[in-house]
């Protein structure tokens, strides 16, 4: 989200600046340029507020899929039918009511002013999404009891260190993760077409919590949770009462099992047979194994590997809602 409403800025902070530029030059004074140009005005906010009414639908059902990389097909069509029906109003609308010079002076100082408010206010809220603090709902049980369905909470994104745009580094971090630590990421693939519990997850954002860091070895035994060869205490979440998977069968070296899991392959030789038992395997450096609380449940780190802090969007923190709920995140 925070990427696209840079680029909404970007797009109205050079709009406005255009727009001043031309009105000095006198290049819009006739009727139908006028028109044209309030046209496209009018068509970049429809284009803008479609868009962010999509994603945030898409946000709560959770089925965003950005086949584009930056702006997914779900996304783009509906954008851009919005853009036509703005295009045509705006032109309409200007054409109308500017047969004189005055009434198109109007027009183009009021688009500019506009311009100007939008690109101040989505770049201000981008930045803040981006670099200190986003919001986030909670679309699956995975989390349960901690988080359930619907919660909706701040995610705090500076904690761990600002995100250098462009280069995945952080600077200036001001507390490490820790083990035990619920953390919101990107899903850890750079594969558009990649088929993890059923569907393509590329570009959605996970909600889970931190078992191992870098190095550590971690093991599930009859779903009991075991890091560098001790039973970790305290063992999060919950398990059904309803009889284990049995340990399953394997044909791999530790050292193929270990390639296997880092390489998001594991799920594919073993599937839910992993649920119960799985490893031992060593996180990878600038990495994490995550795991939903609600594990019987959970599609997470047993499944499609580690989270390189890459993806490592910030530490959930407070929840706003329901009102019944609020408070820090334990």
Known sequence: MEARLFWIGVAMGLYAWLTRRCIKTGRLDTRTSTALWHALFYAMAGFAVVLIAVLSIESRVHITKASFGVLGLREFMPSIGGAIVGAVVGFWHAWAKG???????????????????????????????????QAFKI????????????????????????RVPLTGK????FH????????????????????????????KDFIKRVIALPGDLVELREGIIFVNGERAEPQYGVMEPAPRIPRPRLDL????????????????????????????????????FVLGDNRDHSCDGRFWGPVHQRYLKGKAWVRYWPPRRMGRIP
């Open 99 to 133: 047969t004189q010079a005055d009434s198109r002076r109007h027009f183009l100082n009021e688009d500019e002013e506009w311009a100007e408010t939008v690109f101040s206010a989505v770049l201000l809220a981008s930045l803040l999404m981006y670099f200190v603090i």
């Open 139 to 162: 679309p699956s049980s995975s989390m349960e009891p901690t988080l359930l369905v619907g919660d909706h909470l701040f995610v705090n994104k500076f904690i761990y260190g600002v």
């Open 170 to 173: 952080r600077v200036l971090q």
């Open 176 to 203: 490490p993760v820790q083990r035990g630590d619920i953390i919101v990421f990107q899903f850890p693939t750079d594969d558009p077409e990649e088929l993890h519990c059923g569907s393509i997850q590329y570009k």
């Open 253 to 288: 070296t530790p050292e193929q099992y270990d390639e296997t899991w880092v390489s998001r392959r594991l799920d594919d030789r073993l599937g839910d047979t992993m649920r119960d038992y799985f490893g031992p395997i060593t996180v990878p450096a600038k990495s994490y």
